[in-house]
């Protein structure tokens, strides 16, 4: 029943999809011909790379490039009047957006031949995608303590989540100081983006493998630990890394009995009402600290304004670069952002335009590619001088002072904690920091090669884990289009990835010789 329901959906986002294309045609100024090129090329390219072949990275890389360059862009004509947030378009003639679309037109050309190349790779070479395990210790731990170890679980996942939200360990759009250990929190942003979710697949598979069933309840402790760990760390991604989790639950539910459909219908309309409570409870939070923050921020600023010498220019230095107006009369002191702090559009808008603002504006893609094809810099220098940023917590991104999108953007801080978001370019924009759309496509299918090597060789590392797999998957393609910030310390994630892969083998392969 869901998989019908699955290719009727399919075929009428496809038909919307279409129209919605043609429909937007007349409020292009450019080439008519580019513009629906460009829109087809990527409708086709989403529906090559999510069919059963593809693999959970085609399927999510597609899906990532779909919304930033496609769904972005379409409507952002149809309600902005082609103004794309970020883009600074409105300075930049029609010939050298009708240039952009002509690359995002190969570079979803790319993706597909990548895709198409690496499937007949995978058929000529391919990898068993099982080995025969032993039961390991853990895993016969948990089956024979099954109640007991997920009681355990789910009290760790509100304890971590409570501590987390109360002490700001890690969140997203803030960075506290505290006294803590580094490791520790380290510690803490691992266990929340990896460690967690890689238990939950590990006790998944475990009861698929050995109990030959799906177990409801397991997976709503799944459920809500993503919902637990993300809204804690003030991210509204949770529908993005839960989908991840069940898709390949969904896909193995198939393997038993068709009861399950019902059962994964409740699931799914589960999954919606904590979307919305995760999206609500987190973009509440965040509006109070901002509001906390900002008092905050005007005491601390008064009182060091008070105590200022005419010689010491290094707060006003910090303010300055925080976009605050800063008057020479010091007893006074004007918090105006040049742009709402709260708001990212420069009339307060009402609760529907805003949510309609970040369901648009949400993504990395057109805009940022916009940006670097329109500048005069590009070139392998720009590359090379991106790759050297060193991570500052007080300063804008390399991206943002160099396409000039620090003007817009506010930083600030107190004694206590740095109000820090950056906006970043993706992978794909960075990549033509260079100037050269060979060396972007030719990335690309390395990419591709890489990461479906990746996902091809944890089937037979995982034993199959599509669980364990779809979730790597999908955190890899998340980092690949939000990269561009500080790009050297890619190796923390690269780490991240590593321990979370050692951990699952810990999981499943330990065994103590005084038990064989």
């Not at 890689?198 to 709503?220: A, D, G, R, Y």
């Amino acid at each position: 029943m869901i998989y019908q329901i699955y290719k009727i959906l399919r075929i009428i986002f496809f038909t919307l999809f279409v129209c919605a294309s043609f429909y937007s045609i007349k409020l292009y100024e450019g080439s008519a011909i580019v513009y629906i090129t460009y829109c087809l090329s990527l409708i086709l390219m989403l529906f090559y790379l999510t069919d059963k072949k593809a693999s959970y990275f085609e399927i999510f890389f597609s899906v990532y490039l779909f919304l930033g360059f496609w769904f972005k862009y379409v409507f952002s004509l149809l309600l902005y009047d082609g103004i794309v947030y970020d883009s600074h378009i409105e300075t930049i003639p029609m010939k050298n957006i009708d240039e952009v679309l002509i690359l995002g037109i190969w570079i979803s050309l790319i993706c597909a031949l990548s895709s198409f190349i690496y499937r007949n790779f995978k058929k000529k070479y391919p990898f068993h995608n099982k080995t025969n395990l032993e039961r390991s210790f853990f895993t016969d731990l948990y089956l024979k303590n099954r109640i007991t170890v997920l009681i355990i679980f789910l009290t760790l996942i509100i304890l971590l989540a409570f501590f987390n939200l109360n002490l700001g360990i890690h969140q997203r759009g803030f960075l506290y100081y505290h006294e803590l250990p580094w490791i520790i929190t380290n510690l803490v942003k691992w266990i929340l983006l990896f460690g967690f979710t890689t238990f939950s697949c590990f006790i998944f598979h475990v009861e698929i493998i050995n109990l030959k069933k799906i177990n409801i309840f397991t997976i709503v402790i799944i459920l809500f630990e993503v919902f637990s760990s993300y809204t804690s760390m003030l991210s509204r991604s949770f529908i993005i890394n839960s989908s991840s989790l069940m898709l390949p639950i969904y896909q193995q539910s198939t393997k038993f009995l068709k009861k399950y459909d019902t059962k994964l219908l409740i699931l799914f309309i589960f999954l919606l009402f904590l979307t919305v409570l995760s999206i609500f409870t987190a973009n509440h939070i965040r509006i109070e600290k901002l509001v906390n923050f900002k008092s905050e921020y005007k005491e601390i600023t008064e009182k060091k304004l008070d105590k200022l010498s005419d010689k010491d220019l290094a707060l006003g230095e910090k303010l300055s670069n925080y976009n605050f107006e800063i008057p020479k009369n010091k007893k006074k002191i004007n918090l105006t952002l040049k742009e709402n702090l709260l708001n990212p559009m420069s009339i307060k808008p009402t609760p529907r335009e805003l949510i309609q603002f970040m369901i648009i504006n949400r993504w990395t893609g057109i805009d940022s590619l916009i940006l670097v094809s329109s500048s005069k810099s590009k070139g392998y220098d720009l590359f090379i001088r991106a790759l050297k940023e060193e991570k500052n917590y007080l300063d804008h991104t390399f991206y943002e002072k160099e396409f000039g999108l620090n003007v817009r953007k506010t930083n600030a801080d107190t004694d206590k904690t740095i109000m820090k978001g950056n906006t970043l370019p993706g992978i794909i924009s960075f990549l033509y920091y260079t100037g050269s759309p060979v060396f972007l496509l030719l990335s690309i299918i390395l990419i591709f090669f890489i990461f479906n090597s990746l996902e091809n060789f944890l089937r037979y590392f995982t034993n199959n884990n599509l669980v364990f797999i779809c979730f790597i998957s999908n955190m890899i393609v998340t980092r690949l289009f939000h990269f561009g910030y500080a790009p050297k310390d890619s190796y923390m994630f690269l780490v991240s990835i590593v321990l979370s892969i050692l951990f699952y083998s810990i999981l499943m392969r330990f065994k103590p010789r005084f038990l064989r």
